[in-house]
């Protein structure tokens, strides 16, 4: 039974951009995840252990995020997935987008983000 979890504006902080200045100051960013997976266990058997919990989800971002510095947000995205495929055996596919609100840029106005799409090698 193929199952997606959902997360949905979980807030990291990184040191994220290609000036400088974003990277020194550091910034929020906003992460869209979606993993597919079996959970017939889980549906079938109402026990966390047959599940993935949402809050080691957000806590595996978070703290990703805040490992290191990184110019892209593609590499964020992918450095994401990475941890998620090695910390999690159960997932099959793992679909991350990253909104990046502020935008340090002279003439840029809105938001930015970027979608990866990944299934385990």
């Known amino acids: ?28 960013v906003m992460v869209d995840l979606k993993i597919s997976l079996d959970l ?8 966390m252990e047959d599940s993935i919990s949402y809050v080691a989800l957000s806590h595996a971002i978070q703290d990703v995020a805040k490992s290191k510095e990184f110019n892209l947000i593609e590499h964020l995205c992918k450095s994401i997935i990475d941890k998620l495929f090695a910390d999690h055996e159960k997932i099959n596919t793992v679909d991350i987008k990253i909104h990046k609100p502020v935008i340090n840029a002279e003439g840029f106005t809105g ?11």
Do not use: W
């Not at 938001?111 to 090698?121: G, H, Y």
């Open 1 to 28: 039974m193929l199952t997606e979890i959902h997360l949905e504006q979980v807030q990291a902080f990184c040191r994220l951009g290609i000036y400088e200045n974003e990277r020194q100051r550091g910034q929020a």
């Open 40 to 47: 017939s266990d889980a549906c079938n058997g109402d026990k």
């Open 111 to 121: 938001n930015a983000s970027v979608r990866v799409k990944a299934d385990r090698p």
